[in-house]
DNA sequence: TTTCTTCTACTGGTTTTCTGGTATTTTTTT
DNA sequence: AAAAAAATACCAGAAAACCAGTAGAAGAAA
């Protein structure tokens, strides 16, 4: 081993950095460079050392993670971020990946997790905790209101929506009427409680439940 | 350790199960209960027989891999599904996952990750690939035919078009005319190359650039 | 400065979706 | 056999989206 890692900790909260710390110090590769409380701190701190790696709380209380997140990576794009968080949700999970963090950890995550996610992401891998996969892999049961049942009829059609069909060419397709694919569409909509196709299709595919186009 | 793991092969591709089959041997936990070319074989039997994880090539002849997935689950639910694949496109993935799979791997998975992977997926955990895991973070930039190029304000009307917003109300929310949003959405029908919201909604969908509903 | 891109805005017309009803037939479940 | 659910179909009108073409103003890039 050449030098150790240099590993900086953003979070406002004394006692989680004090718990990182801890952890951390036990690791005789990593060093903990520095420990800020705010997400400009950190930057001010970045633009005049190397740091290899940082751990990101997003729920900072002077700005959001998302725009510290694409800083640290404008400033210093060798820099990983890992984000850290209590918020399980799906999106923010997604945005953080989006503007350039390496992996995204829940916050009761174990020492063994956390150290190989540093790893991991050193290594330019993308670096999940246990739940954090959970959440991606399946949106809909993290999800609060369920996905309404739909018929078999009802799939299709909304398969067929997606595909950018239009009523004609849907009841060509099927072979029923126009005015049926209507009423289909029209229970959809109220199914899903929304009020066009693009909420619809939307909601669908943040649930899984269209085919990719071949 | 009280007994080996039952492990079975679905694949058409007699050298994988091969390879699969030399991979495994090695491991003294695991037992290779039976390989299968086709997914109504091994549903056969599975019907008389104990297995506690299959590999499951998802791109079988005669069946689709989501279909032999949803019907394994169903035949028996504690059996651990590991989708073996060469797609990576993520619908297919998330489509994978919502059926019940345990987890996802491309072919190019390492040995190292492959046993890995089958004891995260036995232990109840979701189980990723590398590759996968990629995918899973940055849709966009996994994708063969890029995404169009889009302006600020194109990804701001996209984004009101997915939440079901009307043209009067994009328009009142970004402060500007109602046939300055129809010009809009008429150039993202145009860069995208489809000719209603439906598909294009989808697209994005599909290519992660919309935000998830919280 | 000139050129290119983006954002803005318009006219006028067509197609499609959306809304609020109703209702028969077929299939599934009890 | 009766009840419930699903698929089918219709009318008529309102609202929104879609199409084709044009064009000025602001801002960035050459």
Redesign the interface.
Known sequence: MNRKISLAIVDDHPIVVQGLQMILTNNSDINVTGCFTSGSDFIEFLKNNEVDIVLLDIMLPDSNGMDVCKEIKSVSPNTCVLALSNHS???IV??M??NGASGYLLKNVSVQELTNCIYEALNG??A?S?AV??I?????ANDLKGIPQLTKREKEVLQL????K?TALMAKHLFVSPLTIETHRRNLLQKFE??????????A??H?L????G
């Open positions: 949700e799906r999106s997604m945005q990946l989006q891998e993308v999940f246990k996969k959970e991606l892999a399946r949106p809909s929506i997606a595909e950018g239009t929304v009020k066009n196709v693009a909420s619809l299709i939307k909601i595919a943040d899984g269209l085919k990719s186009i």
